[in-house]
């Protein structure tokens, strides 16, 4: 260890005089050339010119060592820096360095710290805190927190790490309320009060439709009004009596009539084979546009005469039922086929297939002219059979 500790001391030792030797190496070889370089400067040598004339005599000496040793010798002085081409710069303004000379924010400051220790040695929250110095003018940045990091920064209260990392009570889900789920009770099956079943009245409301038609030209304010169904009540039809709209009655002049067409006539009125042959509308199908697609079909190859009025008064109630019922299937019939068209006209405007139409596609103007055709004919007939 001796040997050791003599051996470092030897050795700093050596090097500080290795360091001393240098720095009066240096020194002499400036004052050996002091003389040569103050006689080179008064005869007008640049710096340049008296480092090479010392390096051709075997000298290392630079021309910046020339320039400095001339400058501490006085012969030069330092050039003043130039500020050609540079932009003037405006004086950097400190406002914390400014603000610490005058002393007036650290006495704010100071005047805060007191207001804050003493409130929360009252027992006062950051929250209450908070609320006092916006009261008294002082605006913290940011509120609440600035007033909780201060007090934790003053040793004026614990620090609390769930309120740092922002968990526990001072989660962002629990200070929002609107966020918070109800809490559901688990109630006991028996305990459960029973539910109000739904009555049977009300589903069927909302499943039947009201029937309202909600387009033009039905319940439209400028357009025609929409007409009830008028039905004749005849005297001996039950079905009649009641309000019922008669079945329309399929009519065909080459058919022949029942075997018992005849037998609630009485003896004494003239019935000719050439007359309009009516079946019973009872007999008729319950479906009215397709039993108007049979009859259209056969109307199209019937040729009808009106019957010439009779002028016998002994018609009796039996013909007059059977002549007013044809005339109201024929009504009706007619009736149909405006609907019909009416459906047409507006599926082709909605762009939509007709209610009774197998395909996906609306009427085409076949379809339309065809309807209207239908129409045409079983009003006709209907005023060739009033008027006969």
């Known amino acids: 260890m001796s040997s050791d500790h003599s051996s470092n001391a030897e050795n700093s030792d050596t090097a500080t005089t290795n360091r001393t030797s240098k720095r009066e190496h240096s020194r002499a070889e400036k004052l050996s ?20 004339a010392l390096q051709a005599n075997g000298h290392q000496v630079s021309d910046k060592t020339v320039a400095r040793w001339r400058v501490e010798w006085g012969h030069r002085k330092r ?15 400190n406002t914390r360095r400014d603000v610490a000379r005058d002393g007036s924010r650290r006495s704010e400051q100071d005047v805060t710290k007191e207001r804050i220790t003493q409130l929360t040695r009252d027992g006062k929250t950051a929250e209450e805190i908070n609320e006092i110095l916006q009261a008294q003018g002082v605006v913290m940045k940011r509120g609440v927190s600035t007033v909780w990091r201060l007090q ?31 809490r559901k009770e688990r ?5 459960r009060p029973p539910r109000a079943k739904k009555s049977e009245a009300a589903k069927e409301a909302a499943v039947e439709p009201d029937g ?27 079905v009649s009596r009641s309000g019922a709209a008669a079945e329309p009655m399929h009519i065909d002049s080459d058919s022949e009539p029942d075997p018992g067409f005849y037998d609630g006539l009485d003896e004494g009125d003239p019935v000719h084979g050439d007359e309009i042959q009516a079946q019973s ?18 109307y199209a190859g019937t040729h009808m005469t ?17 002549s007013a019922e044809l005339l109201v299937d024929l009504a009706n019939s007619a ?28 009427p085409s103007a076949h379809d339309i002219m065809s309807a209207k055709k239908r129409v045409k004919e079983a009003a006709s007939m209907v005023v060739e059979l009033a008027m006969g």
């Open 79 to 93: 050039a003043p820096r130039t500020t050609k081409g540079q932009p003037l710069r405006a004086p950097r303004i």
């Open 187 to 191: 109630v006991p099956k028996g305990d």
């Open 212 to 238: 309202t038609v909600l387009h033009y030209p039905t319940n439209c304010a400028f357009g025609p009004q929409k007409r009830g169904l008028h039905v004749p009540q005849a005297e001996n039809d039950p």
């Open 306 to 322: 009106p019957r010439p009025m009779q002028t016998n008064t002994a018609v009796t109630s039996s013909a007059d039922v059977m």
């Open 152 to 182: 934790t920064y003053w040793k004026l209260i614990p620090f609390d790490s769930q309120r740092s990392n922002g968990t526990g009570p001072y989660s962002k889900w629990r200070t929002q309320p609107c966020r918070q789920k109800p």
């Open 281 to 298: 509308p009872h007999s008729m199908e319950a479906n009215a546009p397709q039993h108007w697609d049979q009859r259209m079909s056969s």
């Open 33 to 52: 050339h002091q003389a040569e370089i103050e006689s080179r400067t008064n005869a007008g040598e640049s710096c340049k010119q008296i480092a090479d």
């Open 335 to 362: 009736l149909i086929a405006a609907t019909d068209l009416k459906d047409l006209i507006l599926a082709v405007q909605m762009q939509r297939p007709a209610h009774n139409s197998l395909g996906a596609l609306p």
